[in-house]
């Protein structure tokens, strides 16, 4: 049965941290190279439902082989299942972001408990010594509990944002969490008052600046790569770069764009999307955004664009917009401000960590207020280039690759020693 297809090992290609000693300050890179010494052989193992879409992926597609070269010895897995399965977790994202109405049901719990109980059975089988496994948000989360004879330092990483709107879920998925020995959350708010687990760190999550996407791109390039695309880059532009997910609120980022548009009437909207293999519901939203804007011809919604053409759209907009409802981190709001392009986030979760409001971008709650922010961000070229300054330092001081690693080299140099007391890394504060 297509539930029980076995983990796959994710290719990643090689990485050298020297490439970014220019990119980070000495402190730092001579931090990951003493952090890195007795961590050396190591064996840690990373499991995630995707390997392709969306930020862990991303974020593990960088990690992986940088840890790698610092003398690590790193592997990469995805937990492989049917659309059913993913159905199901979909569902347990959406209720732990607070979706209060989703039911798991008797058949789900018993599909989602096979699944994962039968990964712990591979993973077992296999043999393979493991010194920490990172396990990535609700998907694998199970597998601790039914790995017989648990040999590993298990580490949940929760990439979302953790709502207490729906008990009944939080509770299901609680009990397999007692098998852990530490837990990662984004920001201190989202960990949960009755989280079974006694360690707790704060690490935000941060992004490569050397991969496809972010380095640094002509604008001029930047410009025909888009234009290809559909888009007039002689009139402004405002861009959404994220998955096709109603927690990313498209409609209130269209009902913005037009409030703002009969002010300047030049104006066009981005959308740009993906579809990861872990999220059923990204392409039927695609097609429901498709149809609900098909008589607006300055509206583009895009999907399963390059990096390099993503890194095109957020060169050259004006403004990026990442309004989401709730928001674990929000990579995009850090990729466009990289470029020096200021952001409007909604003001909730990982991306009030990133945004400054009125410095290197702003933070709304309505679809109305992101019209005026626009409006006034788009009428005011100085305010604009001197957000996006603004917002280049914050990402380069906070959210590089190399600083996720270095917090987590600090977790593991925590362990095996059994220490009662809860460890926090608070990057910003």
């Known amino acids: 049965m297509r539930e029980y297809l076995a983990m796959r090992k994710v290719r990643v290609y090689p990485k050298s941290i020297r490439s970014y000693k220019g ?33 862990v992926a991303e974020i593990l597609r960088s990690e992986v082989p940088l840890l790698h070269d610092l003398g690590l010895d790193v592997s990469w897995q995805v937990i492989e299942a049917g659309k059913e399965f993913f159905d199901i977790t979909k569902g347990m994202h959406n209720a732990l972001q607070g979706n209060g109405k989703i039911v798991l049901n008797s058949e789900s719990r018993k599909l989602y408990e096979r699944v994962n109980a039968y990964n712990a059975h591979l993973l077992k089988a296999k043999k393979e010594q493991w010194d920490f496994v990172f396990f990535h948000d609700p998907q694998p989360l199970a597998i601790p509990h039914f790995y017989d004879g648990k040999d590993f330092n298990a580490i949940w990483r929760c990439h979302i944002h953790v709502s207490p709107n729906n008990k009944a879920v939080w509770d299901y998925l609680k009990r397999f969490l007692d098998e852990y020995d530490a837990g990662i959350f984004s920001l201190k708010e989202f960990i949960p008052g009755d989280l079974p687990i006694k360690k707790r760190f704060v690490i ?6 050397l991969t496809p996407k972010n380095k640094k791109m002509d604008e001029l390039r930047a410009r025909k790569i888009v234009e290809k695309l559909g888009v007039d880059t002689r009139r402004p532009l405002v861009t959404q770069v994220s998955r096709f997910d109603l927690w990313k609120d498209p409609l209130g980022v ?5 409030i703002t548009k009969k002010r300047i009437p030049e104006l066009q909207l981005a959308l740009v999307g993906s579809a990861a293999s872990d999220d059923p519901e990204g392409m039927a939203i695609y097609r429901q955004l498709k149809d609900y804007v098909k008589t607006e011809k300055d509206i583009k919604i895009l999907k399963d664009l390059t990096e390099e053409q993503v890194n095109a759209f957020q060169t050259i907009s004006q403004i990026i917009l990442q309004k989401s409802i709730k928001e674990g981190f929000g990579l995009t709001v850090s990729e466009a401000m990289f ?33 005026k922010r626009m409006a006034m961000i788009l009428e005011d070229t100085h305010l604009r280039l001197k ?17 996720l690693i270095r917090d987590e080299l600090m977790l593991m140099s925590k362990f095996p020693a059994k220490k009662e007391n809860i460890a926090k890394i608070n990057v910003l504060f």
């Open 387 to 403: 957000m996006g300054r603004a917002g280049k330092q914050i990402v380069s001081k906070y959210f590089l690759t190399p600083r």
């Open 204 to 209: 935000p999550p941060a992004i490569d600046p």
């Open 254 to 258: 269209i009902k913005a764009y037009i």
């Open 339 to 371: 470029k020096e392009t200021p952001v409007i986030g909604g003001n909730v979760g990982g991306i009030r960590l990133q945004i400054v409001d009125g410095k290197n971008g702003c933070l709304v709650d309505s679809p109305m207020e992101c019209a």
């Open 23 to 55: 990119l980070i300050s000495d402190e730092l890179y001579s931090e990951l190279i003493e952090l890195a010494k007795p961590l050396k052989g190591a064996r840690i193992l990373h499991i995630n439902s995707t390997s392709n879409g969306g930020g």
